[in-house]
Nanobody, 124 residues
């Protein structure tokens, strides 16, 4: 089992930046991959970015490529999401996900553990 705590959300103007953090704790879980998802009101939760912990390889949804960067600090057991050039359509609750079961990275059903979420609001 793993517990996840997100932080770093806030309200910014379009074009601004935020860095989200996801701190993990616990053991006896699949720590091969972690991901960031987001969910806007009335919409489905969607995968934003993921990172393979051992190799540092990353993957992104097309809409954030070139703007967002996922990274990790293994010593702190923390995954980050650097969000630059933010757009109003990025407004959502952002969640950290971990302990995947081998499904597709962008499928919410893949993950056994979720953080409580951190709100990102981008105004125009």
């Amino acid at each position: 089992q793993v517990q996840l705590v997100e932080s770093g959300g806030g309200s910014v103007q379009a074009g601004g930046s935020l860095r989200l953090s996801c701190a993990a704790s616990g053991n006896r879980y699949n720590n091969n991959f972690m991901a960031w998802f987001r969910q806007a009101p009335g919409k489905e939760r969607e995968g934003v970015a993921g990172i393979y912990i051992a190799r540092g390889s990353t993957t992104y949804v097309d809409s954030v490529k070139g703007r967002f960067t996922i990274s990790q600090d293994n010593a702190k057991k923390t995954v980050y999401l650097q969000m630059n050039s933010l757009k109003p359509e990025d407004t959502a609750m952002y969640y950290c996900a971990a302990d995947p079961n081998g499904g597709r990275w962008y499928d919410v059903r893949t993950y056994n553990s979720w953080g409580q979420g951190t709100q990102v609001t981008v105004s125009s």
